[in-house]
């Protein structure tokens, strides 16, 4: 009797330094941080709530039937902007490459013209076609005091006039007049030639005009070479060169530039109609009149893929057939189109 009555004072003791430990074990717990929890799924068994993880996933992430925010195609459509821009700034440069070369050209040119060298030349040959032209011209009048010419010269004159005043007021002339315009054309032709190899042969005895001529041949000879020359060294200046080279990868960069612009719009309109099909259903699946008017989770509860229109809805899937064997009728038996 002793020893059952002293049992309780004898444990008293350990029982105070157990619950002193079990209360040091629990602050220490609750001071210490929180540890990761063995799955962060909160659709598994046994998952448990992260917030950090709720904040890093954008919402309705792998759910394309909930929502905008992750099934506009954004990227499609701000690469568009982007895209029309470099092509309009490629189209640009390869223009203004363009110009500045033309501009380029013209300069070089301009000053060749202008300076010593071929000023000199040209001012040469002006002087050889006006020594050519005053010795022609000397010969022509001296050949007015022939009578043949002089003949020649009145008949075509006449011809001239007779050609006038039978020239078909209509615009279909018979075939007379055709006829009679064509005989005197003829016969002035034959006039004209004649009159040519007078003057032709009345040139050619003369010395001063053929001396004359061979100098304004001279003459433009020397400047078309130089010239020819000064073009053949402007294609083969190293400005030139390098200008052509620029604008030749800028044609390759700006017929880039368009093709992916217009495969960025192809993209984008794709995507576009995607996700409008995506989502065409959304304003009456989210609803308040869904339970009366369109169901949660098709359009209607009552109309398309309602349980009492077309379709199954929420009893049956969509079509007239009954649920198959083994599906709860009461249940969601919905198919996501």
Known sequence: MHTMRTAPARFAPAFLALFVAMTFA????????????????????????????????PPYMGDPYRGYVTDFPSQEVDVVPVARAQSARFRAEHDL???QL?????????????????????????????????ERDR???RLQNDSNY???????????AQMNQGRPRSNTPNVNEMDNVIAV???????????????????????????????????????????????RSVRHDQDFVAGRSRIDDLMVERIVADNFLEGAINARNIALRYSYYLHRWDQ???????????????????GYGGG?????????PVGYAPPPPGVNPNGSYMRRY
């Open 308 to 316: 009492y229109g077309y379709g199954g809805g929420m009893t049956q």
């Open 26 to 57: 629990g602050i220490a717990a609750l001071a210490a941080p929180p540890t990761q929890p063995a799955t962060d799924d909160t659709n598994q068994p046994g998952g448990m709530y992260n917030p950090q993880q709720q904040q890093q996933q």
């Open 185 to 231: 054309a003829t016969v002035k032709m034959g006039y004209a030639s004649t009159l040519t190899a007078m003057e032709a042969a009345a040139l050619s005895a003369d010395n001063a005009v053929q001396d004359a001529r061979n100098r304004l041949m001279d003459a433009a000879n020397r400047t078309r070479d130089m010239r020819d020359r000064f073009a």
């Open 150 to 160: 002089k003949t020649l010269q009145d008949l075509i004159g006449d011809l001239n």
């Open 284 to 302: 009456y699946r989210n609803s308040v009149y869904g339970l009366y008017g369109y169901g949660s989770y098709g359009y209607g509860g009552y």
């Open 97 to 99: 490459a363009m110009r």
């Open 102 to 134: 033309h501009r380029w050209v013209d300069q070089q040119w301009d000053d060749y013209l202008h300076s010593r060298e071929y000023t000199d030349a040209s001012n040469a040959e002006k002087k050889a076609a006006d020594d050519y032209a005053r």
């Open 139 to 141: 010969v022509l009048k």
